[in-house]
């Protein structure tokens, strides 16, 4: 069972900062890796899938990078929209078996 | 535009069974490119992977709850169900019903969420 591990778990930062969010998996998940939103009340949101691909509608200043174990989910300039808590994701091929990371909530400083 | 909507009951008595129902709209559940499933997630908690399944039939559950829990299709009415046996104050959750797009493997449509208490 693939394990997936967020750090920080809190990132306390200013609007207009740039956020980096790291996600190492307990074995290679290869690039088969995708980053979540949630907003308190809301559903999860896709922002990133296979890694370093931009999820329909998600603005530039959300990139993803990595491959293998390590992976990055970096916000260029904070927003103030952008405060909330990001979460990685990782499917396994063979059983289907779908894992998330505990969490990396991003705070306004 | 794919919705997918939560339902059932809100309250739940310990040792009863949790029944909750997903119904889609704008894409049939039958189609080969998606895995339907569920997540809950627990008061200030994060994201927990409860279930997911397959048109060909395939149903894939959490080893930590597969012994409670079972997933149902009902392609005739694009629903799809969740069923919690034994339940706990554990099982206490936000539960979500979402899409996964089996090319990406990532849950790129989410329903709002329903929360269900367990308690007496």
């Known amino acids: 069972e693939i394990v997936l591990t967020q750090s920080p778990a809190t990132l306390s930062l200013s609007p207009g900062e740039r956020a980096t969010l790291s996600c190492r998996a307990s074995q290679s998940v290869s690039g088969h890796l995708g980053w979540y939103q949630q907003k308190p009340g809301q559903a999860p949101r896709l922002l990133i899938y296979?890694?370093?691909r931009r999820a329909t509608g998600i603005p530039a200043r959300f990139s993803g990078s990595g491959s293998g174990t390590d992976f990055t989910l970096t916000i260029s300039s904070l927003e103030p929209e952008d405060f909330a808590v990001y979460y990685c994701q990782h499917r396994g091929n063979w059983p289907p078996a779908w894992t998330f990371g505990q969490g990396t909530k991003v705070e306004i400083k | 535009q794919l919705q997918l909507r939560e339902s059932g009951p809100g309250l739940v008595k310990p040792s009863e069974t949790l029944s909750l129902t997903c119904t889609v709209s704008?894409?049939?559940?039958?189609?080969?490119?998606?895995?339907w499933g569920w997540v809950r997630q627990s008061p200030g908690k994060g994201l927990e992977w409860i279930g997911s399944?397959?048109?060909?039939?395939?149903?894939y559950y959490s080893p930590s709850l597969k012994n409670r829990v079972t997933i149902s299709p009902a392609t005739s009415t694009n629903q799809f169900s969740l069923k919690v046996t034994s339940v706990t104050a554990a099982d206490t959750a936000v539960y979500y019903c979402a899409r996964d797009n089996s090319g990406i493997g990532v849950m790129d449509y989410w329903g709002p969420g329903t929360l269900v208490t367990v308690s007496s």
């Open positions: 704008g894409d049939p559940i039958s189609s080969s490119s998606f895995f």
């Open positions: 399944f397959h048109y060909t039939g395939s149903t």
């Open positions: 296979d890694a370093s």
